[in-house]
């Protein structure tokens, strides 16, 4: 039985089923959009993909995600039950080419560009991810290779860092100017 649903954890009270709906649609046709509440600074959301193909593609490119303000966790949810009203006629069937792990890592490599170029925060993980879930369905070792390329082509990895080394640079000035750490120090030295 193939797992069409995740469960998306941390999501932020101010993110909408529009949002949501924005963010997975990269990774394929959504069927149906659950939100439920969590905790008092929280929300849970139950994304049904039309495919299996779709769910992979979400856990695979979700790790580490920024959805409005929060990092959420997205993860498979075999036991989700679509609720009746998430039952509606179907729409005309889309022809679509392409099958296989080919056609998943072609997804997935137009998927992060779209999604990089939407101002979409990825996770430094998401490469290792990516290989882990190749391990785990055991494709071949031409996935492998394009799984390296896909990070290798659109530079995933070296991004983050250039956008970590921005975000320390920009902490140090801050910190430099309006000396924070040093009244820390201070702080918690006469405490």
Do not use: C, W
Not at 10 to 18: D, I, K
Not at 68 to 97: H, R
Not at 108 to 134: C, H, P, Q, R, Y
Request: hydrophobic share 40%; proline share 3%; charged share 25%.
């Amino acid at each position: 039985m193939s797992i069409t649903t995740v469960k998306v954890s941390n999501v932020s009270l101010g993110a909408s089923e529009r949002d949501l709906k924005e963010f997975f649609s990269f990774s394929g046709d959504i069927e149906y959009v659950e939100m439920q509440s969590d905790t008092e600074r929280s929300q849970i959301a139950y994304v049904t993909f039309k495919d299996a193909q779709g769910a992979d593609t979400a856990i695979l490119l979700s790790f580490g995600a920024t959805i409005v303000d929060m990092t959420v966790e997205v993860n498979p949810d075999p036991d989700y039950k679509l609720p009746p009203a998430a039952y509606a006629p179907p729409l005309a069937s889309e022809n679509k080419t392409g099958t296989g792990a080919q056609s998943a890592f072609q997804k997935a490599e137009d998927v992060v560009s779209s999604m990089l170029a939407k101002g979409f925060i990825l996770g430094k993980d998401a490469v290792n991810k990516a290989k882990s879930f190749d391990e785990k369905h055991q494709l071949t070792s031409t996935a492998s290779a394009k799984v390296a390329s896909l990070d290798k082509k659109i530079g995933l990895t070296e991004k983050i860092t250039i956008g970590t080394s921005i975000v320390n640079n920009k902490v140090r000035e801050v910190d430099e100017k309006l000396h924070v750490s040093e009244k820390a120090k201070s702080a918690f030295t006469t405490s």
